[in-house]
Structure formats: structure tokens, C-alpha cells
């Protein structure tokens, strides 16, 4: 009798087999060969050895059985950036720059040595504005200082160019160069491909298409308009009011057609982002219309002997007044009537005021006396549209002198209006009246207003905060209390002031009043503000040398 041979496990019976053996093995080790021995094993002495034994044994089996997998498509190369590379210098400075890391258990004094992390976003504006690349290795430290700093980003990304980006679709951590990029990094359409235009904006992702309309609008602002006509029915409610807030680039009087028919928006904020566009077109009919009512609520009374400013509040808000922007519910805390009257005057042209006015100036017009406790409102509201209309010759008037007594000028009512109507006036002024403001009044309330002046400081500004500082010195002030101003001198004074400053690195003798050591901390801010401001000239020298 012949016998049959068994029939040859097949492969993939092979590969169960191979499967289940390995999950017995995985199995015992998890509960442990006193509850579980393993497969083959009968002595429960010897089951941890045999276990470790087997489950060599089986990875090498299994790492032998491994079929190569499809090779990866191959990583496309990055683009080629063809800025100019940087000086040697410099390429060394920035090394420095980015592995600077300041100690956290320092007691709260920094010491004589400057804060290089804090040189960055200087070091890289200039180097932007010279055209520089960065070096190939410098790219992994930059995109992880951007990581940890969305202040320097956008500086960041610039410097870093197209390189950035291919890093950043690698690295998971990197992604919000992506994110930051216009279109999340993808590359848009020219003016030359029309097509690809059309296609982009009717079926591309939100982001791109939020780039391409911002891209089209900067070198097109009719074709921007015409893309966003074409799909607006359709679109989204937060996709269109993202896309309403590009046409604040190159606004002009051909916008309004379209954005009047925005005013009819079934969305409040789409609603009211038209109307604050259409505010900020001095001739639009809209501005008109605001003027008009403005107009009919202040008026001059010539019944006493002084001029004086009446204001007779909206008693409604009406359909035509919400239409235009005007929010009917007032927050908590405010009338309803002075809630009104400032949106109607911050959405009216200020030219306004002076034909309704008597012809009066800004500057006349804010001096006059306001009846009725009107003026806070009336001044806050013309404040808000200097801002809005980006006003000098109004900006001047309600920011006042800088002398003044209550320190803030007719119109201002607090240092944040302040400092946005400095934003409205070109740098040097800027600059002479926060010199003078700080002059007058000191550094305590400056911080904010010094935020808003050019880098770096110009003369006057810099010698009055330099003064200022040296006074609250030889006071005997708290020293720590001007650890903000001194911080900002590190950044924002003028280089060439070092000179002046070497006096003042020296410790003073202490006053009877002063704080206890307060005469050695002032010594060592101002030798870390020299030493800080020679060095920002060093990196001036080495990013702009020939």
C-alpha cells in the first residue's frame, strides 16, 4: 500500500501559522509565563528564558520574510532661491543670534548681557530689506525660533524663502509656514493664465482662494471684483466676509456699487464690514448719508455768550440707519442714544464738521464747549473716525499739545486712543511729540506711545526718554519700574546714542530715599543698553557693508 504524502502547507497558510506563533508569543509575555507558557515550553522554570529565546528566534524569521516594499517617489528638489547670499559676518552673527538661550533662573536680573533673541526681528528686517537669503543650514533653527515666536514669522518666512516651505511640508512642526504662506504655500496663477484663474477661485481650497483674490486685487482691483461678483450668491457667510475684507486694499470709489449691494447682506458682520468700507469713501453715498444724519444731531448754539456745541441724540435707530451699519443693541453699560450718535459721527466725513460747523477748523472745533456732558462721546467718536479716515490735520486736534495738562490733549480719552492717533501723523512728528509728551510728563504713562514710533528712535525721542531715565535715576525711583522702557531703549534707540550714554554705566552715589541697591541696578541696565547698542551697530555694519 502506498501512502500519500502530505500535501506542502501553502504560503499563505505559512504566513497564518507564522502570525499566530508570534501572537502567542506577544500573549505570554504580556501576562507573564507563570499564567501563560509559552508554546513549546514545559518546564515553568525555564519559560522566561525559552520566551526571550523564541521570540528571537521569530523576529529574525520574520524580518527575514519581509518583501521589499515600492520605493517612495523620489523628494522633488527645492527651488532655487537666487537672493544674494550673506557676508560671512553676518551668516556668523545670525548663528549667534539664534542660539542664544537667556537663562530662566537669573533672580530676575538680566545682568550686562544683552538679550540677543531679542535682536532678531531687527536683524532680520534689515537683512530683508538688503535682499538677502538665508544660509541652507541656518533654515532648521530659524523655522524653530518662528515655532516659538509668532512675532518674527512673517520676518522669518521672507528671509527664508522658498526653502522654508519645502522644509515644512517634511516636518510636521514646521506646518505653520504652510499655514502662513498665501494659499498655504501653493503656487497661484499669473495675470497670464486667466483660466487657471478662473478654475483656482471656482474649485480651489479656502486659503488659495483667499491668496489668489488678495493676489489678483493688489495688481487688478477690477478682476479682483469681477471674481468675487461672479460667486458671491453662493459663497459662505464667513467665506464672504473674509473675502470682503480684501477689497480694503486699493479701496476706491469703483468699489462702491458692490459694496452697497453688501449693505443687503443676510449677515450682520458682512453687513458691517460694508458699511465700515464704505465710511472710509469720503464721497460715497453712504458717507453722505452719515453726514447728513451726524449733521442733524450737532450744531453750534449761539444763544449763550460762548459758542457751544449742542447735541440732540437719535431718538431711534431706524431700518435705513441698521442698513448702513449702524448696531441697534447697545452694549451693557451704554445708552442707547450716545451708542448711536458715536457710530453716526465715527461713519461720517470729517469735512463735514466744518461746513455744518461755521466753517471752523479741527482745532476750533474740538476747543469749543459741548453742553450737556456730550463731549467724552462727541470726541471719542471723532477720535475713532480720524483713525478710520486716517486724518492728520483732525488727529493734530484732538491729540493736543503734548504739554498739556491732562496730559492727553481735548480728544483723547485714554493712551490708547493716544497712540492710534500718533499712527495717523508721518514719523518725525510722530517722534517730536512723544519727545515732548515725556518731556513733560515723564515716562510712566509713555510705554504705549513709544510703541508706535519708527525704529529707530529719531534724536529728540531718543535724548528725551535717555533724560527721563536719567531722572528717575538720580530720584532714587524703584528701578524695576522702568525695566519695560529700558527694554524698549535696547531695541529702538539710535546706536550712536552710546556715546552719551557711557556716564551713566557708573554706579551713583545712593540717596537716603532711594530702593536698597537700586543705584547698582541702574548701573547695570545702562551698560547692558551700551553694550546692546553697540552691538545692533555691529550688525548694522555686517548686513549693509558692500
Known sequence: MTSTPAPSPTPAATKASAGSHWEELVTAALLGTTRRTPPGVTSRRDAPTALLDAAAVE?????????????????????????????????????????????????????????????????????????????????????????????????????????????????????????????????????????????????????????????????????????????????????RLMFLDSLRTGLCAADEPFLERALADRSRNVRATAAELLSALPGSALAGRMAERAGSCVAVDHTHGTPTIAVEAPHECDPGMERDGVVAKAPAGRGERSWWLGQLVEAAPLDTWSRRLGGRTPEEIVALPVADDWQDELHAAWCRAAVRQRDPSWSRALLGTPAAPEAGGPGAVSLAERAKLLGTLGAEERAEWVAGFIAVHGLSEAFQLLGVCAVPWAGPLGRAVVDALNIARDAGSYPWSFSGVMGLAERCLDPAEAVRLEALTAVPDESENAAPGAGGYWAESFQRLVTTLRLRAAIQNELTQP
Do not use: C, H, K, Y
Open 59 to 239: 523576529t529574525v524569521r520574520r524580518r527575514a520574510g519581509m518583501r521589499p516594499g515600492r520605493a517612495a517617489a523620489r523628494i522633488e528638489p527645492a527651488a532655487v532661491d537666487s537672493r544674494p547670499a550673506l557676508p560671512p559676518a553676518a551668516a556668523r552673527r545670525l548663528t549667534m543670534l539664534l542660539a542664544d538661550r537667556p537663562g530662566a533662573g537669573s533672580g530676575g536680573r538680566r545682568g550686562t548681557a544683552p538679550d540677543l533673541m531679542e535682536l532678531l526681528p531687527q536683524w532680520l528686517a534689515t537683512a530683508n530689506r538688503q535682499g538677502f537669503a538665508a544660509p541652507p543650514q541656518a533654515l532648521p533653527a530659524l523655522l524653530d525660533a518662528a515655532r516659538g515666536r509668532t512675532d518674527i514669522r512673517p520676518a522669518v518666512l521672507a528671509f527664508a524663502g522658498p526653502r522654508a516651505l519645502w522644509l515644512a511640508r517634511l516636518n510636521a512642526d514646521w506646518r505653520f509656514a504652510l499655514r502662513a504662506a498665501p494659499g498655504g504655500g501653493a503656487v497661484l496663477p499669473g495675470p497670464e493664465e486667466p483660466e487657471r484663474v478662473r478654475a483656482l477661485w471656482e474649485e480651489g481650497l479656502f486659503a488659495e482662494r483667499v491668496a489668489l483674490l488678495a493676489a489678483v486685487r493688489a495688481r487688478d482691483a477690477e478682476a479682483a471684483r469681477d471674481l468675487l461678483t461672479g460667486t458671491w450668491a453662493s459663497e459662505r457667510a464667513e467665506d
